[in-house]
């Protein structure tokens, strides 16, 4: 929705999924540090010098929240709050809201699993 | 029919627009798809010789003085099957000034011409005219090269875009009193169309929804021509970026054809780059980038229906 670039959040300001990898993450920083340096002729004619400046300062910001695992898996909790996160694959967390990734136990064992609760023994 | 419209256009000469063009027909044409290239560079066509053409009757121009019947009639074969051209009229002045009711007339004929694939040529520049052309295809391409010249006027071609979209929308939906705001609000600074939605939605949430909306729908594709090393490619997606964020649009990078020496030396031998350097980079890039476009149905089809043009 309308958003000023000071209210983007880490994801949307490197324009990357919030399920993007490690190294998506370093690509989208590579790529916006060119976008943003100083002198960069994308911005010409449209963004000024304060400006740059300013969504500069925010990129290497979010790299390095997003790039620690620890600081991510804060910084992504605290943006679920206020803007939950559905992934076009999974609608049904829809009803959950909290991350359930990593906290949904593995899926080793899923067929076991389901055996014994499917089959009781006599 | 699965019809296709696409336009070609940007904000500054030279940038290799009608090059393109002829290149998607040529390439198009090849594939067995009917394809019908019409040079809508009202001020100054020249198609044709990029297709090693000469300008002869009819054109475009004996379409818009009604001398033949319809667009279908204004179209000529030329040497390559399936590719058909309506060519630039050579009386200028005249038709470089249309008037709007043989421009709802032109854009009503390439809405009914049954032709799968219609390419238009636009002329630079941001006149009412070629930005209606612009937005009336989908997708529109802006042709842009990597110098900053190019790029302040692929930002300032795409703002009057947007403006036209708002108006065209504010318009149709009676909301006169919006427009000379938005004007002077949007001429102040970067971040200023976020500024006039901004208060347009504190102001009246549902005219700030349709415009809103209505921006969005307007989601032009963008490709770098004449481009020499990595940095020039990435320059692309970086505008794409950034008119992601600033101009608040949606804005998709179809790639970048590699700048060919032997593109000037085909037009000077009157023959078509595309037909004589098939296995160039440049015409390598040229098909990726028609392949892009095909399949940007999905991208396309969440732009609104059809803007329905006000009466002057």
Redesign the interface.
Known sequence: M????ED?NYYELL?VERTASQDEIWAAYQ??L??YKDG?????????EA?RAL?LDRVHEAFQTLRDPEKRKDYDLALLRHAPYFPAKAPFRRSVGRLEIEDAPPKKGLRARLRRLLVRKP | MDKRIWAIGGGKGGTGKSFVAASLGLHLASLDRRVLLVDADLGAPNLHTLLGIRASHPDLGDFLTNAVPSLESAAVETPYRNLRIVKGSENILFIANLNHYRKLRLLRQLRQIEVPTIILDLGTGSSFNTLDFFLSANPGVVVATPEPTAVENTYLFLKSCIMRVLKLYMDHYKIRDLHQKMLDQIEKNSQSLYGFFKSLMESDRAYGTILYRALRGFRPCLVMNKTRDERDVLLGRSIADVARKYLLIDMKYLGAVPYDEDVTSSLRDLKPFFVEHRDSAAARAVRQIAEELAYSIEFTLRTPPEISLPDA
């Open positions: 309308l958003k000023r670039i983007w324009a790529a916006a060119t976008t960069s002729p994308a911005l010409y004619g449209l963004v000024g400006e969504v």
